[in-house]
């Protein structure tokens, strides 16, 4: 039996924390409670220093996401964050120009 890959805020609580106030101030209410509940599903850095990229869900690489996908850039203190959304499911997280 294949274990489910863990939840981010086990790995990334901050993260978690940072993302869930980000997205209440944006009136992402949804979005601000369900990403208490995603999981890492891949971690890894995105070719440069600059970013990294944490998938939450299994996608299909150099597939676009097709409709129902929509992008939500958030503005932290330092960098920037991108999730990419599907049917109001985060999916993807970019983190951009934040060392680790």
Avoid: K, N
Avoid at 91 to 97: A, K, N, R, S
């Amino acid at each position: 039996m294949d274990q489910e890959p863990p939840l981010l805020r086990d790995v990334h609580p901050a993260l978690v924390a940072e993302l869930a106030a980000l997205l209440a101030v944006e009136g992402e209410h949804d979005l601000a409670i369900t990403v208490w509940d995603v999981r890492l599903v891949g971690d890894w850095g995105c070719g440069d220093d600059f970013c990294r990229s944490i998938r939450t869900s299994d996608h299909p690489s150099g597939q676009p996401y097709g409709p129902g996908h929509r992008c939500v850039p958030l503005l932290p203190e330092r960098g920037m964050l991108v999730l990419d959304v599907v049917d109001g499911r985060i999916v993807y997280i970019e983190v951009l120009h934040r060392p680790r």
